[in-house]
Protein backbone atom coordinates (compact mmCIF):
# COMPACT_ATOMS: atom_id res chain seq x y z
CA UNK A 1 0.00 0.00 0.00
CA UNK A 2 1.26 3.19 -0.87
CA UNK A 3 2.23 6.01 2.16
CA UNK A 4 3.18 8.86 1.24
CA UNK A 5 5.16 11.38 3.87
CA UNK A 6 5.67 14.79 3.37
CA UNK A 7 8.65 16.84 5.31
CA UNK A 8 10.16 20.05 5.21
CA UNK A 9 7.99 22.92 6.24
CA UNK A 10 8.00 25.43 8.61
CA UNK A 11 8.31 29.85 8.87
CA UNK A 12 9.62 31.27 6.23
CA UNK A 13 10.30 35.26 6.00
CA UNK A 14 8.55 36.33 2.64
CA UNK A 15 11.42 36.21 0.16
CA UNK A 16 12.22 32.93 1.45
CA UNK A 17 12.44 29.54 0.25
CA UNK A 18 11.38 26.36 1.12
CA UNK A 19 12.17 22.63 0.20
CA UNK A 20 9.41 20.32 0.91
CA UNK A 21 9.89 16.33 0.49
CA UNK A 22 7.83 13.52 -0.89
CA UNK A 23 8.82 10.11 -0.34
CA UNK A 24 6.14 6.48 0.65
CA UNK A 25 6.69 3.83 2.46
CA UNK A 26 5.78 0.22 1.06
CA UNK A 27 6.07 1.27 -2.83
CA UNK A 28 7.87 3.26 -5.07
CA UNK A 29 6.83 6.75 -6.41
CA UNK A 30 8.27 5.58 -9.65
CA UNK A 31 5.14 4.43 -11.66
CA UNK A 32 2.96 7.41 -10.23
CA UNK A 33 2.33 11.18 -11.34
CA UNK A 34 2.70 12.90 -8.44
CA UNK A 35 1.09 16.13 -7.44
CA UNK A 36 1.70 18.90 -4.94
CA UNK A 37 -1.43 20.13 -3.38
CA UNK A 38 -1.64 23.43 -0.49
CA UNK A 39 -4.90 24.06 1.58
CA UNK A 40 -5.11 27.56 2.96
CA UNK A 41 -7.61 28.48 6.11
CA UNK A 42 -10.99 28.32 4.77
CA UNK A 43 -9.76 27.87 1.27
CA UNK A 44 -10.35 24.56 -0.95
CA UNK A 45 -7.42 22.35 -1.33
CA UNK A 46 -5.33 23.25 -4.75
CA UNK A 47 -3.07 21.81 -6.75
CA UNK A 48 0.03 23.88 -6.93
CA UNK A 49 2.37 21.37 -9.35
CA UNK A 50 2.75 18.04 -10.95
CA UNK A 51 5.29 15.81 -12.41
CA UNK A 52 4.81 12.79 -14.38
CA UNK A 53 6.74 9.45 -14.21
CA UNK A 54 8.82 10.97 -17.26
CA UNK A 55 9.60 14.63 -15.53
CA UNK A 56 6.67 16.56 -17.41
CA UNK A 57 5.51 19.48 -15.20
CA UNK A 58 2.48 21.23 -14.92
CA UNK A 59 2.09 23.94 -12.98
CA UNK A 60 -0.09 26.47 -11.45
CA UNK A 61 -0.48 29.89 -12.87
CA UNK A 62 0.63 31.69 -9.48
CA UNK A 63 3.36 29.53 -8.97
CA UNK A 64 4.95 29.70 -12.41
CA UNK A 65 8.57 30.99 -12.04
CA UNK A 66 8.68 30.40 -8.38
CA UNK A 67 8.06 26.79 -7.37
CA UNK A 68 10.36 24.00 -9.10
CA UNK A 69 8.75 20.33 -8.71
CA UNK A 70 11.28 17.49 -9.31
CA UNK A 71 11.31 13.41 -8.63
CA UNK A 72 14.71 11.49 -7.57
CA UNK A 73 13.75 8.16 -8.41
CA UNK A 74 16.88 7.23 -6.75
CA UNK A 75 15.65 8.52 -3.61
CA UNK A 76 12.28 7.70 -3.93
CA UNK A 77 11.62 11.26 -3.28
CA UNK A 78 9.47 14.18 -5.31
CA UNK A 79 10.69 17.31 -3.76
CA UNK A 80 9.52 20.96 -4.42
CA UNK A 81 11.52 23.68 -4.66
CA UNK A 82 9.80 26.98 -3.28
CA UNK A 83 11.44 30.48 -3.69
CA UNK A 84 9.97 33.72 -3.68
CA UNK A 85 7.54 32.62 -1.01
CA UNK A 86 4.74 34.75 -0.43
CA UNK A 87 2.18 35.83 2.90
CA UNK A 88 -0.49 33.79 -0.03
CA UNK A 89 1.49 30.73 -0.14
CA UNK A 90 0.74 30.24 3.33
CA UNK A 91 -0.89 26.82 3.32
CA UNK A 92 -0.93 22.79 4.28
CA UNK A 93 1.03 21.51 1.42
CA UNK A 94 0.33 17.90 0.68
CA UNK A 95 1.55 15.90 -1.82
CA UNK A 96 -0.53 13.34 -3.55
CA UNK A 97 0.07 10.09 -6.45
CA UNK A 98 -2.36 9.27 -8.97
CA UNK A 99 -3.49 6.34 -10.15
CA UNK A 100 -1.27 6.65 -13.88
CA UNK A 101 2.08 7.56 -15.01
CA UNK A 102 0.80 11.36 -16.70
CA UNK A 103 -0.49 14.37 -15.26
CA UNK A 104 -3.85 14.95 -16.83
CA UNK A 105 -6.06 17.52 -18.25
CA UNK A 106 -7.47 18.24 -14.65
CA UNK A 107 -4.37 17.48 -12.97
CA UNK A 108 -5.07 20.50 -10.67
CA UNK A 109 -8.17 19.41 -8.76
CA UNK A 110 -8.31 16.46 -6.22
CA UNK A 111 -10.24 14.19 -7.86
CA UNK A 112 -7.71 13.24 -9.58
CA UNK A 113 -5.23 11.71 -7.26
CA UNK A 114 -5.99 8.37 -5.13
CA UNK A 115 -3.24 8.67 -2.34
CA UNK A 116 -2.09 11.44 0.13
CA UNK A 117 0.41 12.51 2.48
CA UNK A 118 -0.54 13.47 6.07
CA UNK A 119 0.60 17.10 5.07
CA UNK A 120 2.84 19.91 6.04
CA UNK A 121 2.78 23.07 7.16
CA UNK A 122 4.02 25.99 5.47
CA UNK A 123 3.90 29.83 6.95
CA UNK A 124 5.37 32.99 5.45
CA UNK A 125 5.29 35.78 7.47
CA UNK A 126 7.60 38.45 9.02
Known amino acids: QLQLVESGGGLVQPGGSLRLSCTSS????????IGWFRQAPGKEREGASC???????KDRDSVKGRFTISRDNAKNTVYLQMNGLKPEDTAVYYC????????????????????WGQGTQVTVSS
Open 51 to 57: ISTGGSI
Open 26 to 33: GSTLNSYA
Open 96 to 115: AAAEWPLCGTYWYEVRAFSH
